[in-house]
């Protein structure tokens, strides 16, 4: 996953939902985070399938890795 460009990934929600398709192609493009704000503060987030797929999985791996040290202590 790249990195957040604040100046072009930040978008408040009523612009995302009138573009949404301009939106999921930029996604597409540059591979990079949306974040989606309301009233000005942040309130969600969108990201590639693969990017969730990779989070999820490094999630898991470092759970693991937790109850790997844990069981050895």
Known sequence: ???ISVANDIVP?????????KWFKTL?????PLIITQ???????VLSPNDYDDLVYRKSFLDSVDRGIADAD
Request: aromatic letters at 4%.
């Open 13 to 21: 929600i009523a612009e995302f939902k009138t573009s949404i398709a």
């Open 1 to 3: 996953m790249k990195t």
């Open 39 to 45: 009233n000005g503060k942040p309130a969600g987030v």
């Open 28 to 32: 597409q493009n540059t591979g990079r």
